[in-house]
């Protein structure tokens, strides 16, 4: 089994740098939910994610919408944001599932539906208190599917782990 890790992100590059070293991992039927309050990054790892699988299309937040489609060289990015969604019942009756073997689905406020999916991978995104721009991105997974590709990612992310990422799940450094 593969350990959570976090990787700290200084500005929205480095987020868009983070969903692309991702993105080298994705494939069709892959779930990833995008957890964490507003304005953390979860549409700004998106558009990177997106970018980096040769997507011209424009990404912007699926709030109104619940669900934008970007086209890429690999396959489909379904873009979901759950936000609006009230409940995992009326998730399902939006009947999208249908398509996500074919599609590569991001889905923000992922936590709200992650018991219907078995196997994921999970990013958390968290304001980090240093500096105005940080973010903190913790990474965990269900299944089979990202036990061993997680380990890889964690090592090509550099990780950094426990004291090093202060502020993770309320944990202050040392000395707060
Ligand atoms: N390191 C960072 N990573 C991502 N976004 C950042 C970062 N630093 C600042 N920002 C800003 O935070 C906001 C994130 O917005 P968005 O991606 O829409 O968040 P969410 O989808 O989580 O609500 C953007 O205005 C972006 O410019
Ligand atoms: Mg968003």
Redesign the pocket.
């Known amino acids: 089994m593969s350990e959570p890790f976090s990787v700290l992100s200084r500005e929205v590059a480095e987020t868009e740098r983070i969903a692309a070293t991702v993105a080298a991992h994705l494939r069709a039927g892959d779930i990833l939910l995008l957890t964490g309050d507003?304005a953390c990054g979860?549409?700004a790892f998106v558009k990177g994610l997106a970018a980096a699988l040769g997507s011209t299309d424009t990404v912007t937040?699926p709030?109104y919408a619940l669900v934008h489609n970007y086209r890429t060289d690999r396959c489909d990015v379904m873009h979901i944001?759950a936000y609006r969604v009230e409940s995992v019942r009326e998730f399902t009756d939006l009947g999208l599932d249908e398509y996500f073997p074919e599609c590569i689905v991001a889905i923000?406020w992922g936590d709200k539906v992650a018991g219907l999916f078995d196997d994921h991978l999970r990013i958390a995104f968290h304001l980090a208190d240093a500096h105005e721009q940080h973010r903190l991105l913790s990474f965990d997974c269900s299944g089979e599917r990202w036990g061993a590709e997680m380990t890889q990612l964690e090592a090509e992310l550099g990780v950094q782990r426990g004291a090093d990422c202060g502020g993770v799940d309320g944990e202050s450094p040392a000395g707060h």
Do not use: G
Request: aromatic share 0%.
């Open positions: 507003l979860k549409t937040s709030t944001d923000e």
